[in-house]
C-alpha cells in the first residue's frame, strides 16, 4: 500500500511570495500527479511526471524517483493561487490514483 | 478543451433511497473512474472501468455500489440503498495515456 505524505498541510504566504509544497511517498511509482483543487471542491489536473521536472507558467513541478520525493513550486504568488493542492501517485500498471491529504494554501495582498 | 460532466452537482437523498450519479467521460478517454471524498478528508478510490469492466475496486465499493456505461457515453455510479456515511462529494475522472480529467463532483448528502 502505498502512503502519499504532504507538508505543510497549511500554508499562507504573501502575494509575490515563493512557494514550494513537498510530496513523499513510500513504494515506487509509474507517475506522480499534482491537482488543484478549489473552494467550489473541483479538481484540475497541473502536471503528471515521471522523472525530472515540468515547468507552466508560474507552476513548476520537480520529482526525484530515488528519494521518493517530489516538490510543487509556484513563483511570484498571487491570491487567485489560493487552493488545495494535491499529490497522487499511480503504482505499476494500476491506473488508479492514491491521494495525500493536500495542502491548503492562502496567499494574502 | 474537453472535459468530464457530471450531474447533478448535488442531490439530496433519504437514507435507504436508490441513487444514480452520472457522468460524461471525455469520448477518446479509455479509463473511467469514480473516487470519493468526505468532508475534510482526502481522496479515495472507488473504482475503475476499463474494455466494458471493473478492472479495480476499492473495500469501499462494495455490493451497494455499482457502476454501467450504458449508451458508451454515459458513465454511471448506482448507490442501491444510501447510509448517511455516503454523504461525500463523488468525482467521475477519465484518462488516456495517463493524463487524467476530473469532473466538477457531485455533492451528495443522505438525510
Known amino acids: 500500500k502505498n502512503e502519499v505524505e504532504q507538508s505543510p498541510q497549511n500554508l499562507t504566504a504573501q502575494e509575490g511570495e515563493f512557494i514550494t509544497i513537498n510530496c513523499s511517498y513510500s513504494?515506487?511509482?509509474?507517475?506522480l500527479h499534482w491537482l488543484q483543487q478549489h473552494p467550489g471542491g473541483g479538481i484540475v489536473s497541473l502536471f503528471m511526471?515521471?522523472?525530472g521536472k515540468k515547468k507552466h507558467g508560474r507552476l513548476i513541478a520537480t520529482i526525484n524517483i530515488q528519494e521518493k520525493h517530489s516538490s510543487l513550486h509556484i513563483t511570484a504568488s498571487h491570491p487567485r493561487d489560493s487552493a488545495v493542492y494535491i499529490c497522487?501517485?499511480?503504482?505499476?500498471?494500476?491506473?488508479?490514483?492514491?491521494f495525500g491529504t493536500g495542502t491548503r494554501l492562502q496567499v494574502t495582498l | 478543451e474537453p472535459e468530464v460532466t457530471q450531474t447533478p452537482s448535488h442531490q439530496v437523498t433519504q437514507m435507504g433511497q436508490e441513487v444514480i450519479l452520472r457522468c460524461v467521460p471525455i469520448?477518446?478517454?479509455?479509463?473511467f473512474y469514480w473516487y470519493r471524498q468526505i468532508l475534510g478528508q482526502k481522496v479515495e478510490f472507488l473504482v475503475s472501468?476499463?474494455?466494458?469492466?471493473?478492472?479495480?475496486k476499492s473495500e469501499i465499493f462494495d455490493d451497494q455500489f455499482s457502476v454501467e456505461r450504458p449508451d458508451g457515453s454515459n458513465f454511471t455510479l448506482k448507490i442501491r440503498s444510501t447510509k448517511l456515511e455516503d454523504s461525500a462529494m463523488y468525482f467521475c475522472?477519465?484518462?488516456?495515456?495517463?493524463?487524467?480529467?476530473f469532473g466538477s463532483g457531485t455533492r451528495l448528502t443522505v438525510v
Open positions: 475522472a477519465s484518462s488516456r495515456a495517463g493524463g487524467y480529467t
Open positions: 513504494v515506487g511509482i509509474s507517475a
Open positions: 511526471l515521471s522523472s
Open positions: 497522487a501517485v499511480r503504482t505499476g500498471t494500476a491506473s488508479k490514483l492514491t
Open positions: 469520448s477518446n478517454h479509455l479509463y
Open positions: 472501468f476499463y474494455n466494458n469492466e471493473i478492472s479495480e
